[in-house]
């Protein structure tokens, strides 16, 4: 039997964000040009290009926190969760408190807010820390509770930047086999943005490439790699052969 192409497979999928004709400029200065792009539902795709090229603005107009002013963008869902480079954990809060606080923040009564969070920390691995202060907690810890707080009000879409960037080598790659675990379990749509070209092979149903300034995408990149994903994905013929390829396309950016 065929296998059924990419394209099929987005075919009959919800389009929750719909960008079309997207420019952006900071005073004099051309960050995105002509952006087209569509994210469909329960897809996790990666938009990869160089250090300053305008990844995160892009990431900040799909949320809805900077005006496109320029193109069309379509949101087709109300709440959009965004996660910064630096979620950091408000350090004068235990980990429970800033857990909660998103949901007091949107009109939950506190004390169903803490015994919501408290649902989530075992899948969380943070069920002996709700007490504990930001200050107390490893790195690998302080990611895997600024990512709880973006997704615990039940947001469909999550908007991650770098969210891994910040810990070190063994850590990031312990964390992303974790968001693919948490994944299978609560099934969400993800952008994610990244330097990390074997995180986003490794995570992505599709992978965006952007050129550097005005910054325009070069080509979408359909990872066909089979999920679930492990350790063992790395060594696939396949993972290689794109790691390649977007290199080799980063490097036509310059």
């Not at 908007?159 to 070190?168: G, K, N, R, T, Y």
Request: with cysteine; charged share 30%.
């Amino acid at each position: 039997m065929k296998k059924p192409s990419q394209t099929n497979f987005y075919r009959d999928k919800k389009v929750l964000i719909d960008i079309k004709d997207l420019d952006y400029c900071f005073d004099d200065l051309q960050v995105l040009k002509n952006i087209n792009l569509k994210i469909f539902e329960k897809e996790f795709l990666s938009i990869v290009g160089p250090s300053g090229c305008g990844k995160t603005t892009l990431l900040k107009i799909m949320a809805g926190l900077i005006d496109s002013k320029s193109g069309n963008v379509e949101r087709n869902i109300f709440d959009i969760a965004y996660m910064p480079q630096k979620g950091a954990l408000f350090e004068w809060k235990t980990l429970i408190s800033n857990l909660a606080l998103p949901l007091i923040v949107k009109g939950e009564e506190k004390k169903q807010a803490y015994q919501k969070a408290r649902n989530f920390l075992e899948d969380f691995n943070l069920e002996k820390f709700e007490n504990y202060y930001p200050s107390q907690l490893s790195g690998g810890m302080k990611q895997r509770g600024a990512f709880l707080r973006t997704m615990i009000t039940g947001s469909e879409l999550i908007l991650l930047d770098e969210p891994f960037a910040s810990v070190d080598e063994i850590n990031r790659r312990k964390l992303q086999l974790w968001l693919i675990e948490l994944l299978r379990r609560y099934s969400k749509t993800v952008v994610l943005v990244t330097h990390d070209i074997e995180e986003a092979i490794l995570l992505s149903d599709r992978i965006v490439i952007m050129s550097d300034k005005p910054s325009k995408i070069i080509e979408t990149i359909n990872v066909d790699i089979p999920k679930p994903r492990s350790l063992e994905s790395l060594t696939d013929p396949r993972f290689s052969t794109l790691e390649k390829k977007i290199y080799e396309l980063l490097g036509s950016s310059f």
